[in-house]
Every structure is written in C-alpha cells, then in structure tokens.
C-alpha cells in the first residue's frame, strides 16, 4: 500500500492554507507537488480527472512563490490549487465537454471566469471529467469513464452529475477548490452526493464565455468546497462582497415546501433533513410550511429550452450525423429539442421570466427555503443497467434541483449525513431569492458551525 500524504488544505480550511504559505511555512510549489503526489497514488482508482497539468500548474506555482516572496498579496485565493469541469476552456489544456465528439467550436478560447481565477492567484491543477455535454444528473459517463464516489471503496456508487469530476476531486482532497458548472443541479447533486459543499449561484453572477453551452439561459458556474467557510471565501475573492457573519438563526423565517421537495424520500435521508429542521428549530428560526404549485412546470421547461439550447450547441446536423457516437442517455435526454419550434422556445422563455418573477414576490418574508438536495443517497452504478434505468434515475436525480434554476433563485447544499450517523453523503439545499447568494452561504456557514464541519471519506482502500 502506498502512503497517501496528508491534505495540505485539510488542516484550517483555505484560511489556514494562505496563513500557512504567507507565513512561508509551506510553500505552494510543496503544496501542489503534494496535491499532484496524491492524484498519482488516488486517481487510479477514482477517475477524476480528464486532464492533469503538472508542469502548467508547477510552473504557476513557482511564480506565485516568487510573488509571495516579493512582498506582493493577490488575496485570499493566492496559491489555492484548483480544478474545473472539463466542459471549461483552459488555454493550453484539451476540452473534450464528456465527449468524443468535437465541439470546441461551441466553447471558444478560456473565458473571463478562468482568468479572475488566474487573477486571484489560483493554481490550475487540471481537468476533471463530466457527464457529455452536461447532459445527466448520475455522473454516468460510458464515453470517456465514470469517476468513483469516494464513500464506497467496494461498490461503484454514482458520484453525482453533470460535475462528476469536480465533486470527486474536492471529497478525495486532491485540490483546494473544484469548479462546476450548474444547469439544473450539477454542482449541487454531485457535492451532496459526494460529501462537499457547493454554491449554484444565481444565473449571471459570473459570465459563462468559454464554457459549453448546456443551456445559456439557466448555466451557472458554482465552486465545490470542502466547508461552507470555504465557499464564503471564495464567493468573497471572486465577486468582492464580503458574507455577513450570522451568530445565530433567531428571527430567521424558512420556509418548508409542502409539496414535491418532500415526495418519496429514502428513510435516511428524511431522518438527516428533520433533524437539520430541528437545530434551526432550536436555533430561533420560524418554519413555516409553503406550496409551490410550479414545479409542475419543470419537465416542461427542461425539454422546451434546456434541450432545444443543447441542441443549438451542438449543431442540429452533428447531433443527428454523430449520435451514434454518443452516450445513449445523452442523446435521450437531448433529442427531444430536435422537436422545440421557434414559438414553443419562445413562450417558454416567456414563462421562464413570469416564474422568477412570481418567485421574486414569494420570497418576500422568506429568508430562505430548505429542502432535501436528493431524495435519495447513492446509488449504485451497476443499478443503471439500462438506458430505461438510466433515465428513470435521472429524473429522480433533478427534481429537487431543477426549480432552483427554472425560478431564477440561488441555493447552496451543505453535507449534514453527521446528524444521525448515515454511512453515505446526505446534503442540505438552502435556497434563496435570485441575487441573495450572501444570505444563503451566511446561512449555510452559520449551520456549519452548529453541527460541525462535515467528515471526510476513508480513502486507504482507494491505495493501489
């Protein structure tokens, strides 16, 4: 058995992290000599990563040690290794969006959210694998690999979709942040399923250029962490607002969905959920029950413009010459878009616009909503033995996730298995009003501090 070396970031979070390299008690070039030494005995077996930059990401740390050592601060971010979703433009890296198929031409050069990173002194340490095309909530991908959950050395369990990679890297700590993105929940699903925290901020806080377009209309770009203290510091580095500290949950108002959030939970995951509702009970917050009679509409609203968009991406004429060529779950849960008209588009986007509205007006007196992020832990990947399967699976996968997005709000997911003891990831969703992404994370890093920081997998078994 190789020995694993410890998580140079486990230790104090991103804050002890840049104390300790400011203090020049590491440095990043040995922070990220360690990072690359732990992909090399974990990834074997995990499968994050599409891509891994060694010398781009030495040579970059090198620089950073050479700023550091002239006096110069880039921030809170400065020498944190970080990972992105290989549906994310890196100059000098390959992007492959999950998929055999070439549409590089959809994606363009890197983008403006890759070089606020650069800005902030981020460390690009690699790729890491997706779902093709965004296209799927279970982190399946039978084109270019599935990545391992890390809470199950024994069976191969879903790591959660589209940011597959993403979610595996940051549980495993094989980098200090992981970068997704999120369409209907693919940062959200695969950090609950995986253990970490994630942010699906709200749609236009950060520019979506370089990024493959799943679907413009609702894409977001969403950092996974191993905390909620850390994805307040990186929310703060890369938009410049601070998050309110929040002492306690008295006076707070949350809501709880009567309907939907709720249906057909696993036993252990509505057992995790009540008990979250009861340490916001005890901390002061009011719970008051609300319906959301427009969840009805999500199916509508995936197929008419989350499809069609896809489709638009990819070229109507590609997907149809190269389908055969893609994962079957793709192209089931794409195709229908080759039948969206022109007027069904636009009425639907039209309906897009009145549902954030009404949910603009529905969160006045909120502070927040919270909601299971799945219904479910984990399952196997051996249970997807079809595409019937399969697609009975994703949509189980979104349906907590998707009205999020579809209503223009923001909500974080925090991992709160420790509440009862659960073997596997259980996440929280915190949902917010569209623009009220301080609130959530205040909320989110509030209730951290009250049941603790989540646990980490054991990762030995992962050891070849």
């Not at 969160?363 to 399967?389: N, R, Y």
Request: charged share 20%; glycine share 10%.
């Amino acid at each position: 058995m190789t020995d694993l070396a410890p998580d140079p970031i486990e230790t104090g979070g991103i804050a002890g992290f840049g104390a300790r390299i400011r203090q020049r008690e590491v440095t990043v070039e040995q922070a990220l000599s360690t990072y690359l030494a732990r992909i090399e005995a974990l990834d074997p077996r995990l499968g994050a990563f599409e891509h891994v930059a060694n010398s781009q990401a030495l040579n970059a740390a090198r620089a950073v040690d050479r700023t550091i050592s002239s006096g110069t601060d880039m921030g809170p971010l400065m020498g944190v290794p970080v990972v992105l979703k290989d549906l994310i433009a890196v100059q000098g890296m390959p992007t492959t969006a999950g998929s055999n198929v070439d549409v590089s031409q959809a994606i363009g050069p890197e983008g403006s959210f890759v070089r606020k990173l650069r800005e902030a002194g981020c460390i690009i340490l690699g790729k890491t694998k997706t779902v093709e095309f965004a296209r799927g909530a279970a982190g399946i991908n039978n084109i270019r690999g599935t990545p391992w959950n890390p809470w199950d050395a024994s069976v191969h369990r879903i790591p959660g979709g589209s940011s597959c990679g993403s979610a595996v890297a940051i549980a495993a700590g094989l980098c200090g942040i992981a970068i997704g993105t999120d369409t209907g929940g693919s940062v959200r699903g695969p950090a609950a399923f995986c253990g970490a925290f994630g942010l699906k901020p709200t749609i236009g806080l950060w520019p979506i250029d370089g990024v493959f377009p799943n679907s413009p209309t609702f894409d977001t770009i969403g950092p996974m962490t191993r905390t909620a203290a850390d994805g307040a510091i990186v929310y703060s580095a890369l938009t410049g607002e601070a998050v309110p500290s929040l002492s306690s949950f008295q006076g707070l108002r949350i809501g709880k969905p009567a309907n939907h959030f709720f249906d057909d939970l696993e036993p252990e995951v509505a057992a995790c959920v009540e008990a979250a509702f009861g340490v916001f009970r005890d901390g002061g917050a009011e719970i008051v029950p609300v319906d959301v009679p427009e969840v009805a509409e999500r199916e509508y609203i995936l197929n008419a413009i989350c499809a069609a968009e896809c489709i638009a991406g990819i070229g109507s004429q590609r997907f149809q010459t190269e389908k055969d060529a893609m994962d079957p779950i793709t192209v089931a849960r794409t195709a229908p878009g080759l039948d969206v008209s022109a007027v069904d588009y636009i009425q639907a986007l039209r309906r897009c616009r009145e549902l954030a509205e009404i949910f603009a007006k529905r969160f006045k007196g909120f502070d927040a909503w919270i909601t299971p992020t799945a219904t479910m832990t984990a399952p196997s990947v051996a249970q997807v033995t079809d595409l019937t399967t399969g697609l009975q699976l994703e949509a189980r996968l979104g349906l907590n996730t998707h009205p999020v997005s579809f209503f223009g709000l923001c909500s974080t997911t925090s991992p709160i298995q420790h509440l009862i003891g659960a073997n596997l990831p259980i996440g929280l969703q915190i949902i917010c009003a569209g623009g009220a992404d301080t609130k959530a994370l205040s909320i989110a890093r509030a209730l951290e501090e009250l049941i603790g920081p989540p646990p980490k997998p054991d990762l030995l078994a992962f050891l070849s």
